[in-house]
Nanobody
Framework: QVQLVESGGGLVQPGGSLRLSCVAS????????MSWYRQAPGKERELVAA???????NYQDSVKGRFTISRDDAKNTVYLQMNSLTPEDTAVYLC????????????WGQGTQVTVSS
């Protein structure tokens, strides 16, 4: 019943921008920390950015100053604005919702592919 659906991925040239969206259903996002992770083949899944219920954000060092995470709980949506993209940003980007009230409530989307190449 709970679904997180990502969109906005695609092919972009180095230096370009993409805006990812994650729309949740079956939960109310205002009760969750929302995060973006990414995973490339053969590599560990890594946290890219997170935003708490109150709007506090955390970023992986490699994306600081380039990526911005935001949330619109009225739309049950979290966004990731990605600027100045590099080939090293190529990965499947996954949306995560995690409740700090009940840590068993932890949900993942299927991911959206971001490919940065010239």
């Amino acid at each position: 019943q709970v679904q997180l659906v990502e969109s906005g991925g695609g092919l972009v040239q180095p230096g370009g921008s993409l805006r990812l969206s994650c729309v949740a259903s079956g939960i109310t996002t205002s009760w969750y920390t929302m995060s973006w992770y990414r995973q490339a083949p053969g590599k560990e899944r890594e946290l890219v950015a997170a935003i708490t219920r109150t709007g506090t954000t955390n970023y992986q060092d490699s994306v600081k100053g380039r990526f911005t995470i935001s949330r619109d709980d009225a739309k049950n949506t979290v966004y990731l604005q990605m600027n100045s993209l590099t080939p090293e940003d190529t990965a499947v980007y996954l949306c995560n919702a995690n409740s700090l009230i009940d840590r068993r409530r932890n949900y993942w989307g299927q991911g959206t592919q971001v490919t940065v190449s010239s």
